[in-house]
């Protein structure tokens, strides 16, 4: 998974899809340690009157919720974000230190270097646009549709991830995806998807609700100001038309939740297929420039929006297309051109898309770039430093406690026919979990990176990372290859690999404290190491084999069940309301909803086994405690709202209500009938 750093992103297979970078102590992230983790349960407020029963997020994290401030340049903040600020802080560290070392390597010597261009302001200021005006130039003399067609091809990038990080959108017309075929896990094949928005989704151009409305107003104000800046006259009217044209390309976009289904997207292409089911684009053209003239079949993940915004490329005037692409050039290099470019894009992205009220300061926003571009060299620098060996040998230990754990949850499964078990069981046997870092590091050589050319660097790690992605087609899989870099606050399920990636930042407090008991341990990284393990066997992971193929590998009685209780599980969120208008939406969170109720499941019998006879009451109540501090967090509102339009996860205080489902939550704090999750035995939804 390639993700737009702004710097250390969090949590996007498993948590909270919200990015973590402010400013705090370098110790912010050891005080959001529960008291949980030395194995006793931390006690509400003495003012707080709210019930485990009633609201168990707001019973463990209310007081901390109270007494914490959002900083101004975030849109959400939590216990993972002081993790993720924690490892930037580190990281920043290490680049400047290795910066003045000079006995540093190569590749270091390229990370210092990339930092060092991005953090020269003045720098940038002095060449002002200069450095876009090739760029610009070269789409001005775009002449016809087949130029289009080559200019298309050209800026593709393969930014999308559908299954590894949900990420279904880019700014570019399409997005590439290079990963093991659908039908074919020994080669690697190109899959094409809907591109072309620069707000998050199709809704945000479609809803018809006063607050979208005044969005759009925005946005097409945001198209104007960064075409005015460049140098355009006319731009209002110009932005007018490039907002027209993606309103029509959000009318040909598929949907979030029909985005996350695997059926839907299972459609193989030839390269013929294209001019025949997508015509209006010079597709030859468009290949050739994108450097996939070789190839002879394609995964088109959403042909509705392929076949639409071909027909688009035919309809809609050259001119308006070429401002389209001139204005998104430019939105995807601001971060590189000077302070009102800059400015301007946090107005609308930062201020009005997030309702965050101040930018992050330079250091961070250079160290997202450096991530983006360099992420395993950077990672190499963090796990030398700050994840010892002792800490992923105890790690290993957990998960191999949790998938026993699993494994035995499986053999007892009385709905389960045994020659669905026997697969379930040989995925899970073979099953490669990845802790800290990747056992081969990627190569930086062939990036070119120049001290003091911050716009140049970018454009050449851009090409560098889409190379890489257009020679993974002429090798063969590895199914031990990494989708996430190691100073990445996450962990991931790789269903195409039948893989699991723990990244080392994630292994830090509050989500796993070395020093802690096992209690508060299971319930956090517990958890979120069950909830990836279950990610195998949720409404999508169950669609894949141990080999990571698509295969229908259960019985039709199994799966009847199987989507009984899943489809139990949807109504049971889509009855949360967050606001009067705007409800969790149970089926697109469905696959992270699964996966948090078995993963937590599994951790629980996995804790209560390594516990022995020293199992208790107090232990289980550290561990479910455990679980809901691990979720911690406050968000602005306009921040929320864009997550339950957009994510595949439920807002934080949802996904700790999983409890209410699990036998031993209820006798761990004696949770009655009439409290508000209580839920009776036989409406409990229970899958693994």
């Not at 010079?282 to 392929?306: G, M, N, T, Y």
């Amino acid at each position: 998974m390639k993700t737009s750093w702004t710097p250390i992103k969090t949590a996007v297979a498993l948590a909270l899809c919200a990015t973590a970078y402010a400013a705090v102590p370098a110790h912010a992230a050891a005080q959001d340690t529960p008291q949980a983790a030395a194995g006793k349960v931390e006690a509400p407020a003495p003012a707080a009157a709210v019930r485990p029963g009633d609201d168990f997020f707001g019973w463990a994290n209310d007081d901390w919720i109270a007494k914490t401030e959002i900083p101004a340049d975030r849109s959400s903040w939590g216990g993972l974000a002081t993790m993720a600020e924690e490892t930037n802080q580190r990281l920043a560290r290490l680049i400047e230190d290795t910066a003045s070392n000079k006995r540093a390597g190569a590749e270091a010597r390229k990370v210092t270097d990339y930092y060092g261009a991005f953090m020269d302001e003045a720098a940038i200021e002095a060449k002002g646009t200069a450095p876009l005006k090739p760029w610009l130039d070269r789409i001005a003399a775009i002449g016809t549709k087949a130029d289009l067609g080559r200019a298309l091809g050209e800026s593709l990038r393969a930014d999308v991830d559908p299954l590894n990080n949900t990420k279904f959108f880019t700014e570019n017309v399409f997005g590439l995806w290079v990963s093991p075929g659908l039908h074919e896990p020994e080669r690697n094949r190109p899959y094409l998807l809907q591109g072309g928005l620069g707000m998050p989704d199709r809704a945000y151009y479609l809803d018809a609700g006063e607050r979208m409305a005044g969005l759009r107003t925005k946005y097409q104000q945001h198209i104007a100001a960064m075409l005015k800046l460049a140098g355009y006259d006319d731009a209002e009217a110009r932005a007018a038309k490039v907002f027209a044209l993606e309103v029509d390309i959000a009318n040909v976009h598929a949907s979030r939740a029909d985005s996350a289904d695997v059926q839907k997207a299972d459609n193989t292409w030839t390269r013929k297929d294209f001019q025949a089911k997508a015509p209006g684009l010079d597709w030859d053209a468009f290949f050739k420039a994108a450097r996939l003239a070789d190839q002879d079949k394609f995964i088109v993940w959403h042909p509705s929006a392929v076949t639409g915004e071909a027909a688009l490329v035919e309809k809609i005037d050259l001119a308006t297309w070429k401002d389209y692409l001139a204005f998104h050039r430019i939105n995807q290099m601001a971060g590189v051109l000077p302070k009102a470019f800059v400015n301007q894009r946090f107005e609308f992205y930062g201020r009005a898309l997030t309702g965050t009220p101040q930018q992050s300061v330079r250091w961070k926003r250079a160290l997202g770039a450096t991530n983006e571009a360099l992420d395993e060299a950077v990672g190499k620098l963090y796990v030398a430093k700050y994840f010892p060996a002792e800490n992923k040998a105890r790690l290993q230990a957990m998960v191999a406690n949790i998938v026993a754990a699993f494994g035995k949850r499986i053999e007892k499964l009385d709905w389960m026919t045994p020659a669905t078990r026997a697969q379930a069981a040989q995925k899970l046997k073979t099953l490669y979990v990845g802790v800290g870092y990747p056992d081969k590091w990627t190569s930086y050589a062939g990036l070119k990176v120049v001290a003091g050319d911050a716009f140049g660097n970018a454009v050449r790690a851009g090409d560098f990372t889409y190379a890489r992605s257009i020679a993974a087609l002429h090798r063969k899989p590895d199914r031990k290859q990494w989708v996430m870099p190691p100073q990445l606050v996450n962990a991931v399920n790789v269903p195409l690999q039948n893989a699991l990636n723990f990244p080392a930042a994630i292994l830090q407090p509050p989500m796993f404290d070395p020093k802690a008991a096992d209690a508060a341990n299971y319930g956090a990284i517990g958890a979120i190491i069950g909830h990836e393990i279950s990610h195998s066997f949720d409404d999508q992971g169950a669609q894949f084999d141990a080999q990571g193929r698509v295969r229908d590998w259960w019985t039709k009685e199994d799966m009847a069940h199987f989507q009984a209780a899943a489809q139990k599980l949807v109504e049971q969120y889509n009855a949360y309301k967050p606001f009067p208008d705007l409800a969790v939406n149970g089926q697109l969170t469905l696959s992270e909803n699964l996966a948090d109720l078995a993963g937590l499941t599994a951790a629980y019998d996995a804790y209560r086994l390594a516990a022995g006879k020293a199992a208790s009451e107090e232990g289980d109540r550290a561990f479910f405690t455990g679980y809901a501090h691990a979720w911690r967090s406050k968000a602005r509102e306009a921040a929320e709202r864009q997550r339950i339009m957009t994510d595949g996860h439920a807002l934080p205080r949802y996904r700790t209500a999983t409890v209410r489902n699990i036998d031993a939550w209820y006798k761990a704090f004696d949770v009655q009938p009439g409290q508000k999750l209580y839920l009776a035995p036989d409406e409990r939804v229970r899958v693994w």
